[in-house]
């Protein structure tokens, strides 16, 4: 997998289902808009016409990233 952050690199997927070369974007629950990311990205899943389970799950995780403790700004190492 490739991610967009470069120290996330070594990341499997051990089930095998996302392709080495497949770009991936990985947000935690400690980035201040985490939980706004996901929910962007469920209403535009929705407009898209996504099942509803998948929409239900992303809003769901949303609302545990909304939650986690020690919020920050998003950051990168340099």
Do not use: C
Not at 47 to 54: E, L
């Amino acid at each position: 997998m490739i991610h967009a952050r470069k120290d996330y690199n070594h990341i499997q997927d051990p089930s095998g289902q996302i392709p080495e070369d497949e770009p991936v974007f990985l947000i935690r629950g400690k980035d201040m808009v985490s939980g706004d990311a996901v929910r962007a990205w469920a209403n535009l899943a929705e407009a898209a016409g996504a099942a509803q389970n998948i929409l239900d799950a992303a809003r769901e995780h949303a609302s545990l990233m909304d939650e986690w403790p020690g919020k920050k700004t998003p950051d990168m190492p340099t």
